[in-house]
């Protein structure tokens, strides 16, 4: 799959800000994001329940207006140019876009037509597409007979039908069991080096973040609070040495002794003593010799290499695990939400 190139970066914002007006109470659900997104970026929003990442995508795929600031996707303003966004971007949102009664190669070829392909042209985009993203077994049942993860295929096929420039998924692996969530994403990775696509998802799992994107947006409270590769929001983290003693007064000399090495931060917890350091695992033998050397051997030492959530909780001081909600809450929010707000 290709399509046709464009200069400049895929997405720009500047001050994007969404409010919404719920029982006369205000909810920034996105505040004054600032943002550059190149083409052929894979990028995910990771951050918890709330956090404005799907509000983000609304108003990048022109489905609710900002409240204030711009945001321009594949060249175009996202409100004076809502159509030519809307022409370049697939979107596939949290729900099943799919209908219930068709065949899934019905559906896509409904698609193509409706993105104004002939019906020779929308036959053969929906082959193509079959074969690509593995939906041979199920290209000819109906929809409401396939499983979670075949319908998350194609909803992303759906989304696929007009080669667009930018694709959004809005958690495109929330409520899929574990294997399907990685052929998904597995999917996703092969479409993003076929195509060469702008790709950018939100997701509040972090190890499909750590594992998927060149790219990770942390948002909480409607604001970006780090952008990064994983790789390096974790190394700037450091590694986590973590020392058990015999006894507090051991512990407190061997902080004092720990407190000397360079650019590490030192948190004492009784008997036990944190050390947070860049390159841990190979600091560690040293940093023993050392305690050793002073007569405070450690009793207990592991070392562990920081994951997302470590930096979360760095960024924030909650984990990102114990900001989730329970599937219960997240119905209660989505059922709040109106039709109203979609921009005309
Ligand atoms: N239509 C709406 N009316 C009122 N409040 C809304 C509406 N849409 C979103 N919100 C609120 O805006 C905030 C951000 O919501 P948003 O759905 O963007 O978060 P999220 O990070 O995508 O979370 P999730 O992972 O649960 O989808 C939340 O407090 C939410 O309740």
Known sequence: MTHTTQTGPAIVTRGLTRHFTSHKQTVEAVQGLDLEIGQGELVAFLGPNGAGKSTTLRMLTTLIPPTSGTASVAGHDVVS???????????????????????????LISQGRAHGLSRADARHRAAELVEDLDLDAVADRKVSTLSGGQRRRLDIAMGLVHLPRVLFL????????????????????????????????TTHYLEEADALAGRVIVVDHGRMIADDTAARLKSRLGDLVRLGFDSATEAARAAARLSRVPDARVDVTVASVDLRVKDGSTLVGGLLADLAADGVPPTRVEVARPTLDDVFLDLTGRSLRETQQSPTDEADTDSARTESEVAA
């Open 81 to 107: 140019g809502q159509r030519d966004v809307r022409r370049a971007i697939g979107f596939v949102g949290q729900g099943n876009g799919a209908g219930h009664r068709q065949l899934g190669r019905d559906e």
């Open 170 to 201: 809005d958690e495109p692996s929330t409520g899929l069991d574990p294997q399907n969530r990685i052929n998904l994403q597995e999917l996703i990775q092969r479409l993003h080096a076929e195509s060469g696509s702008t790709v950018v998802l």
